[in-house]
């Protein structure tokens, strides 16, 4: 069976001889699913579909499948005070919390710096299988979330890096699509590295080969993401292609759930949230959720 590469799909390469690596994700039907219930103005959709895009990115870069990347940018006194996205398992979710009137003041178009203000962006990989949890955190900085990804590797990781999105909105929802390519550190197991060349000389050809790559490529479905990479790397010797990842919106706030994360708490907490209708209510800022929950004491048990 052809597996699909045309959307809602993020697909790895290796260029052995080049020392890099790389992937490319695109994006539609899940973004649409995950931005249904919120109802955001179209600067903030905007910016959370392009977050998403690159959380897709980077949650693939995760060896383990049972693994979850967390990507959070988070500012005081900005339009926007907090930008959460998350990925496990080829599942998406994220949500954006932020001023309306200000926004509503700053214009069609605001920069990122406009939105946020000072910021910092961290950028979170948990491991389950191997016990690892791995954190950076930079300032947000650049004209755009590729820019700032860009200056995240090359400031908290140290590996040279080449970082675009792109987005677009038509009448069939939304598409959007990524490009990471790295120079592959030798010696590279996991996350343990011999050494890292910055200046590495086979690293520029790839960055000007990849960066070489146009917006209407990365959105267009039409455009399989294995036919991509042979138009941007169709000259090297050899170029691997590793098993495709599909992703889908994701949220972990079922009424089960929900119930178990309820009966962590003490007894005493858990009266306190009990409404006038018997009922407590929880809200899930991911999928804009409200859940009535009737939860007595043998739930807890």
Known sequence: MTKNLSSDVALGVTIPARHARGRVARLGASLDAVL??????PVIERLLVEALTLTALLGTLLKDR??????????????VDLLVCDYLGGELRGYVRHDPERLADAGPNPSLFALFGKAFLAITFDQPATEERYQGIVLLEGESLAQAAQAYFTQSEQIPSIVRLATRKGEDGWHAGGLLFQHL???????????????????????VLAGSVKSEELTDPAVPLDDL?????HEEEEVRTLEPINFSKGCRCDPNYVRSV?????????AEMVGDDGLIRVDCAFCATSFPIHFDEADAA
């Open 36 to 41: 249904a219930n919120h109802s955001y103005p």
């Open 66 to 79: 049972t693994g979850q990347m967390t990507l959070q940018a988070q500012a005081e006194g900005g339009i």
């Open 185 to 207: 550190p030798e010696g590279e197991e996991g996350r343990e590295r011999l050494h890292t060349r910055l200046d590495h000389p086979d690293w520029p050809h790839v960055a």
């Open 229 to 233: 990479i042979w138009r941007l790397f």
């Open 262 to 270: 309820i009966a962590r708490f003490p007894v005493a907490e858990r």
